[in-house]
């Protein structure tokens, strides 16, 4: 299991500096790795200035149409990304979430993944491109653009890891891993090093905003690891975070996704 899957949430994505920072850290990561996929949010606050400047238009926009808005977002980041890649003379290419195969339920806003046929990005992996996918979004089985409601960026980490039977998962966040009390509410707030699925899980329902629970649901059954990093301690050469596991789980052969 050569591949890994890197994660980068709003606050990673948040200016165009960060594009040139996150591109360091992928070089870092290619080190050891052989195949990174790259999964990306929209920019800072843009899916919700997304949202506003929709019911600016139309206080009741048409579901379909506001999928086919808010996934402009994470197209932004991926193109961005690929060219901060291109910019440090490593070969990148973007892909939206059809073209990356995340099949989906027919359900607008908040649609469930049913499948995922990556066949578009295994022959760049193969070649040592670095592959970035727009988060949040796919596209159903009748050819209709989906997203997949709030988080659905770290679902589709996950789906990919799983599809592509990579290694782990890593999440670069704004907090160096997983606390059993909010960190920026409670600075006596202990770091916890590793997790289970089930462990991570409650905190998470107890209203943790670290992970989507949907992500977590999805790496438990098919036993794949996932990793919570700092991206701002990376440059510090510190890689703890939390790592959420099970130590007694084996790896699904068949992938298993979401219920439609």
Same mark, same amino acid.
């Given at each position: 299991?050569?591949?890994?899957?890197?994660?980068? %949430?709003?606050?990673?994505?948040?200016?165009?500096?960060?594009?040139?920072?996150?591109?360091? !850290?992928?070089?870092?990561?290619?080190?050891?790795?052989?195949? +990174?996929?790259?999964?990306?949010?929209?920019?800072? $606050?843009?899916?919700?200035?997304?949202?506003?400047?929709?019911?600016?238009?139309?206080?009741?926009?048409?579901?379909?149409?506001?999928?086919?808005?808010?996934?402009?977002?994470?197209?932004?980041?991926?193109?961005?990304?690929?060219?901060?890649?291109?910019?440090?003379?490593?070969?990148? !290419?973007?892909?939206?979430?059809?073209?990356?195969?995340?099949?989906?339920?027919?359900?607008?806003?908040?649609?469930?993944?049913?499948?995922?046929?990556?066949?578009?990005?295994?022959?760049?992996?193969?070649?040592?491109?670095?592959?970035?996918?727009?988060?949040?979004?796919?596209?159903?089985?009748?050819?209709?653009?989906?997203?997949? %409601?709030? =988080?659905?960026?770290?679902?589709?980490?996950?789906?990919? =890891?799983?599809?592509?039977?990579?290694?782990?998962?890593?999440?670069?966040?704004?907090?160096?891993? !997983?606390?059993?009390?909010?960190?920026?509410?409670?600075? $006596?707030?202990?770091?916890?090093?590793?997790?289970?699925?089930?462990?991570?899980?409650? +905190?998470?329902?107890?209203?943790?905003? +670290?992970?989507?629970?949907?992500?977590?649901?999805?790496?438990?059954?098919?036993?794949?690891?996932?990793? +919570?990093?700092?991206?701002?301690?990376?440059?510090?050469?510190?890689?703890?975070?939390?790592?959420?596991?099970?130590?007694?789980?084996?790896?699904?052969?068949?992938?298993?996704?979401?219920?439609?």
């Amino acid at each position: 299991m050569d591949t890994l899957v890197l994660k980068f %949430g709003g606050a990673s994505v948040a200016t165009p500096e960060h594009f040139s920072l996150i591109a360091d !850290i992928i070089l870092a990561r290619m080190k050891e790795y052989s195949k +990174i996929v790259v999964v990306v949010s929209a920019m800072g $606050n843009s899916t919700d200035q997304l949202q506003e400047l929709a019911r600016k238009v139309n206080p009741n926009p048409p579901p379909r149409e506001m999928d086919m808005l808010l996934t402009v977002g994470e197209r932004i980041s991926m193109s961005l990304l690929a060219m901060a890649l291109a910019a440090k003379n490593q070969t990148a !290419i973007s892909f939206t979430g059809s073209q990356s195969g995340i099949i989906t339920c027919q359900k607008h806003n908040e649609a469930r993944i049913i499948e995922v046929r990556p066949h578009r990005l295994l022959p760049h992996l193969d070649q040592r491109r670095t592959v970035i996918v727009a988060g949040f979004q796919g596209v159903s089985r009748g050819g209709e653009i989906t997203t997949l %409601g709030r =988080g659905g960026s770290d679902t589709t980490a996950v789906a990919l =890891g799983v599809a592509l039977n990579a290694s782990r998962v890593e999440f670069y966040k704004n907090v160096p891993g !997983i606390f059993d009390s909010d960190p920026f509410k409670n600075h $006596n707030a202990k770091h916890l090093p590793s997790l289970t699925y089930d462990e991570a899980l409650t +905190i998470v329902n107890q209203g943790a905003k +670290i992970l989507h629970t949907r992500c977590l649901e999805l790496a438990k059954r098919n036993g794949l690891p996932l990793h +919570i990093l700092s991206f701002t301690e990376f440059a510090k050469n510190n890689l703890h975070g939390t790592v959420v596991f099970d130590p007694s789980c084996e790896r699904n052969f068949q992938p298993l996704f979401e219920a439609e």
